[in-house]
């Protein structure tokens, strides 16, 4: 009985799923559609052909072209101090700063004078005595020549038995006295060059030292011999001062330059290499002129303080610590225009900025620096408006811009936008196009 009931509750079941598979067999499938993927909206900008000048950036402590410091060349007590003479004054070329006591170096001229006038007399003396002596030597060789000419009469005479012999003898004498007279004339003579030479000797050496006296007492006024700003002074008025003694230090105002630490990198470019990385930096200064490298100079606390300088030269050797280069930028006439506190002059130990901008490189494709992609990919709208994810070689970057030394040609569409996912072939829906 249970089983009955059983069979008459799933028989109208069973008849139910079957005409519900009859008719999903013979219902059609579902309709097939194609589906389009939608274009993403992109901001596009044209890459351009341009001459590009390269920038770089340096900073350096400013110093003064000229520093002069004076050094005590003579000894004495400092019995002058110019007024002026302190710390941060400007002092002119020319303008004596101090003095050392004179008296010693005056006294040791008049030494050597007294000296050399009296070697001078004795020169006029010398040369008297030469004189004299050839005029007596002239008269002794004369008279010797008479008593000569009388010695051989005399010994004639006695020859013949007309004198006596003593009378030859005295003759003799005389005549030997007289030849004694001149030999030693002859021999003073031959001993005045020597005189000579030592008198000329001894003249000399007074006039060096006379010449040395009055060196020193020049260098007992210490002049400024350039135009300076006293940075030290290390003196005092009626203190002795040693030879070497350091007296004070000043900087020249006429220029003053910074030592600029640029990266390698940046300092090749400027001298107009771009896209070459064995460029030898000495020698391309050397092959182009530094003059074309214009170069300002900000302060960095108040950067609206600038100057205008010029590339002077460039250190024979890199920076140990950051491997830089260090370029000097010279500033002329660093005081002009200034009136503090509004304009400062460019004094030593400013720290600034040196921008310096090279000549033009050649043509380079140049893009917006926020159109590169991870370093060196940029997004590209092909002709058939889809994307292209091109790999590029950037050459540097500079005021927001990527010079762009391989992989993209001037024209093609960037993309601005940064897109994720970047898939190729997308289609891209241009919003906004800049030229």
Do not use: C
Request: hydrophobic fraction near 45%; charge should be negative.
């Amino acid at each position: 009985m249970t089983r009955f009931r059983l069979l008459l509750f799933l028989v109208p079941i069973l008849a139910g799923l079957t005409v519900a598979a009859f008719f999903v067999a013979r219902a059609p499938g579902p309709e097939k559609t194609q589906a389009t993927p939608s274009a993403v909206a992109v901001r596009v900008v044209e890459a351009r052909m341009e001459e590009v000048r390269p920038v770089a950036r340096g900073w350096g402590n400013a110093r003064a072209s000229e520093t002069w410091t004076a050094v005590a060349e003579v000894a004495g007590r400092i019995v002058f101090r110019h007024p002026e003479l302190e710390s941060g004054r400007l002092i002119l070329a020319g303008t004596k700063v101090l003095e050392i006591d004179p008296a010693d170096y005056r006294l040791a001229i008049a030494q050597a004078e007294a000296d050399l006038a009296g070697l001078e007399a004795e020169k006029a003396q010398l040369a008297a005595e030469e004189e004299n002596t050839r005029r007596i030597l002239a008269l002794e060789e004369e008279r010797l020549a008479l008593t000569e000419e009388e010695l051989a009469r005399t010994r004639a005479l006695v020859e013949r038995g007309t004198v006596p012999q003593t009378r030859a003898d005295e003759q003799e004498r005389a005549t030997l006295q007289i030849r004694r007279t001149v030999a030693e004339l002859r021999n003073t003579l031959t001993l005045l060059p020597s005189r000579r030479d030592r008198l000329a000797a001894q003249v000399a050496r007074v006039e060096a030292a006379l010449a040395r006296a009055r060196r020193d007492l020049e260098h007992t006024a210490i002049t400024a011999p350039i135009d300076i700003r006293v940075d030290t002074v290390e003196i005092e008025r009626f203190e002795y001062v040693n030879i070497g003694q350091r007296l004070l230090v000043g900087h020249g105002v006429d220029r003053a330059e910074v030592v600029a630490h640029v990266p390698l990198d940046s300092f090749v470019r400027l001298l107009g290499s771009a896209h070459d990385d064995d460029v030898d930096p000495l020698a391309a200064l050397r092959e182009g002129p530094a003059e074309r490298i214009e170069a300002v100079l900000r302060l960095v606390s108040h950067p609206e303080q600038v100057w205008r300088g010029r590339v002077r030269r460039v250190e024979g050797e890199l920076d140990p610590q950051a491997r830089s280069v260090r370029v000097v930028v010279s500033v002329d006439d660093p005081y002009a225009g200034a009136a503090p506190p509004a304009r400062l002059p460019l004094v030593p130990n400013m720290y600034v900025e040196a921008t310096l901008t090279g000549p033009p490189l050649p043509p380079s494709v140049v893009v917006p620096e926020e159109a590169v992609h991870g370093g060196d990919t940029v997004y590209v709208r092909d002709e058939e408006g889809r994307l292209d994810a091109r790999r590029v070689r950037v050459a540097f970057r500079q005021h927001g811009e990527a010079v762009i030394a391989g992989g993209l040609a001037a024209g093609e569409s960037v993309v601005l936008d940064d897109l994720s996912p970047a898939l190729p072939g997308t289609p891209l829906s241009v919003v906004e196009e800049t030229p």
